[in-house]
Structure formats: C-alpha cells, structure tokens
C-alpha cells in the first residue's frame, strides 16, 4: 500500500506562474528603491574622479613650469570654451599663445560641469597659468588665486588653488570651510 502511495506523488521542480511573477514584481521595487541610490553614488564618483584629476594636473603643472623653468597654462581642451570635457596644459611660448600640450586631461561624463572662479574675476575661457617659481597668475597677469567648482547632478567639489600654489580638494558637506 505504501508503494501505490509513493508511486502517485509527483516531484515538482522550477516555479510556479504566480511565484515568478510575485519575485519579478518584489525584484523590481527594490530596484526603483535602489536607483536614487545608485545615481548618486555615481555622481559622487563621477565628480570625485574630475577633482583629483584636476588636482593631479595642477600639481603636474606646477612642478613642469619649475622644471622647464618656462610658464605653463591650464586652459580647454582646443575648440571647447569650458572645462567640462577636460582640459590641457601646455606651456607658454613668448610668440605665442601656446605650445604643443604637455598633457591632456578628456572627460566623458555628460553631467560634469567644471567651472574657474578666480580673483580677478575676468570673463573669457576659463584658464589659468604657472610660473616657474610655482605661483599662478591669471591670463591678464597679477597673483591669482582660483577655485574650481567641480558638479554632477547633486554632487560637488572644489579644487582650490592658491596664489602660492597650494592646491586643495574639499566637499561642501565634509569641511565647514569650503565655501
């Protein structure tokens, strides 16, 4: 008798209709929950990644203009009138504007808005120049001392550089004195 019993009993494998449907519908919440989430995390590393990269470059071009002992600019990427798809440093020729770059920084992240407040306030491409003592001096000459303003979506930073050339990365929520 028991073995009829056992014969009768069916082994059921996979998932019902119904329970996948209600897994789909669970997994898909969590992922509305999740995204918010998930955008800002990405903007806060989108937008950490331009600063030290800017950071980088400054100091690289610093420590170029001492080197070379020549006077290196930090200014768009050619044919691009803001800093939000990258920049270049190139030095400073005494005929020309500029020289061949020495290096080139591209960003491809379509929220980035790098934006350059500096002391003199002048309007034009944002850029700057090193001497080759280290100090930055604006395009029109004197001391300058600048702070670019680093965004995506919600996130930001700053990059600031001093007129002595001291350079610092802070974030408006973490250091009381960013802005």
């Known amino acids: 008798m028991q073995q009829a019993a056992i014969k009768h009993v069916r082994r059921r494998s996979g998932m ?30 989108t937008v950490t990644y331009a600063a030290d990269r800017l950071a980088a470059s400054l100091a690289m071009a610093r420590t170029t203009a001492a080197n070379r002992r020549v006077e290196i600019r930090l200014g768009p990427l050619p044919g691009a009138t803001t800093l939000d798809g990258g920049w270049q440093l190139a030095p400073v020729a005494p005929q020309a504007t500029t020289g ?10 379509a929220c980035l808005r790098v934006t350059l407040r500096g ?12 001497t080759p003592v280290g100090y930055s001096r604006s ?9 670019f303003h680093v965004r995506c979506r919600g996130a930001q930073r700053q ?11 802070c974030g408006a929520g973490p250091d009381a004195d960013c802005d």
């Not at 897994?23 to 995204?35: F, G, H, N």
């Open 100 to 109: 061949p770059p020495i290096a080139v920084t591209a960003l491809d992240a």
């Open 159 to 169: 990059v600031r550089l001093g007129a002595q050339g001291r350079i610092r990365i």
């Open 139 to 147: 395009e029109r000459g004197g001391f300058y001392a600048a702070t």
């Open 16 to 45: 019902t209709l119904t329970e996948l449907l209600v897994s789909l519908a669970v997994a898909a919440i969590l992922a509305a929950i999740a995204l918010p989430a998930l955008r800002h995390m990405l903007a806060e590393h």
């Open 119 to 130: 002391t003199d306030g002048a309007k034009g491409p944002p850029a700057l120049r090193l």
